[in-house]
C-alpha cells in the first residue's frame, strides 16, 4: 500500500508539474505578446504526454489513477475498494502540491505572478456554464479511461488513448474554466498559489469539485452500463478492468 501511495504521489506531481507548470512556462515566455490556439494546443499537449508517460511508468505499481474522480468512478461500480479511496485521494492531493510547488521551484516566483496555471473562470462565465465544463471534460476523460482499460479493448493501447483524451478534451474546456478536470490538480495550485500570496477564487472550488466528483461517478456508471452483458451470456470475468489490490496486474489508467 505504501507503494502505491507513493506512486500516486509521484504521478500526480509529475502532471502538476508539467501540465500545470506549461501554462505560467508559455506566459513567461511569451511575454506580453497574446495568447494564441497555438498556445494552447502546447500545453494540452504537455498535459496529454505526461499522461502517457506517467500511465506506462506506474500503471503497473498503482494503476496511475492521478486524479480523484477516476478514483472514485471506480470505487462506485465496485472496481476499486472504497476503504482505499481517502488514501488515494490524499495522496494525490498531496502529489499536486508537491508539483504545484516545484513550479515555483524551477520558474521563480513569476511563476505565482501569471497565476500559476490556476483553474478559474472569468466573471463573464457563469456557474452553470463552469458546472456543465468541468462535467463534460471530466466525463468525457473517465469514460475513455473505463473504455481504454475494458477487458475487450486493444490491450497495450490504453495509454496513448488516455493521454489523447486528456489533450483534445483541454482544447474546447480550456477557454471556460481552464479545463482542470481533477479535482487534485484543482485544489493543490490553489494552495500553493494563495501560499506564494497570489489572488486565488476561493468560492469557485466547490463548482470545480462538485463538476468533477460528479462527473466521474455517472462517468463510470454509464460505461458500466453499456457494457454490462446480458445475465444468461455474461462471461464469468468483469466487464471492465478493475483496479487489482496486486501491483503486478494492475492496469494503466490516470
Known amino acids: 500500500m505504501i507503494q502505491k501511495l507513493a506512486a500516486e ?5 509529475f502532471l502538476v508539474f508539467v501540465g500545470v507548470g506549461s501554462v505560467p512556462a ?34 503497473h505499481v ?8 477516476v478514483t472514485l468512478g471506480f470505487a462506485v ?17 498531496v502529489g499536486a502540491i508537491l508539483g504545484a510547488g516545484a513550479i515555483i521551484a524551477v520558474l521563480g516566483h513569476k511563476a ?8 478559474s473562470y472569468g466573471p463573464t462565465i457563469g456557474v452553470w456554464q463552469a458546472l456543465a465544463a468541468e462535467f463534460v471534460g471530466t466525463f468525457i476523460l473517465v469514460f475513455t479511461i473505463f473504455g481504454a482499460v475494458h477487458r475487450k479493448a486493444s490491450p ?3 495509454g496513448v488513448a488516455i493521454g489523447l483524451v486528456v489533450f483534445a478534451a483541454i482544447i474546447p474546456v480550456a477557454p471556460t474554466t481552464g479545463a482542470s478536470i481533477n479535482p487534485a490538480r484543482t485544489f493543490g495550485p490553489m494552495l500553493v498559489q494563495q501560499l506564494a500570496g497570489g489572488a486565488v477564487k476561493w468560492e469557485q472550488l466547490p463548482v470545480y469539485l462538485i463538476a468533477e466528483f460528479l462527473a466521474g461517478a455517472l462517468a463510470a456508471l454509464a460505461y458500466t452500463a453499456i457494457t454490462a452483458e446480458p445475465l444468461e451470456t455474461a462471461a464469468p470475468s468483469t466487464d471492465s478492468a478493475p483496479i487489482p489490490t496486486q501491483p503486478s496486474d494492475a492496469p494503466a489508467t490516470i
Do not use: C, E
Not at 461500480?77 to 481517502?86: D, L, M
Not at 505565482?112 to 483553474?119: C, F, I, K, Q, R
Open 9 to 13: 504521489t509521484i504521478g500526480t506531481a
Open 26 to 59: 508559455t506566459l513567461i515566455v511569451n511575454g506580453n505578446a497574446p495568447f494564441t490556439m497555438a498556445d494552447l494546443g502546447m500545453i494540452s499537449l504537455a498535459f496529454g504526454t505526461i499522461v502517457v508517460a506517467t500511465i506506462y511508468a506506474l500503471g
Open 62 to 69: 498503482s494503476g496511475n489513477h492521478i486524479n480523484p474522480a
Open 77 to 93: 461500480v465496485g472496481k476499486f475498494p472504497w476503504s482505499r479511496v481517502p488514501a488515494y485521494i490524499a495522496a494525490q492531493v
Open 112 to 119: 505565482s505572478t501569471v497565476g500559476l496555471g490556476v483553474a
Open 156 to 158: 497495450g493501447f490504453a
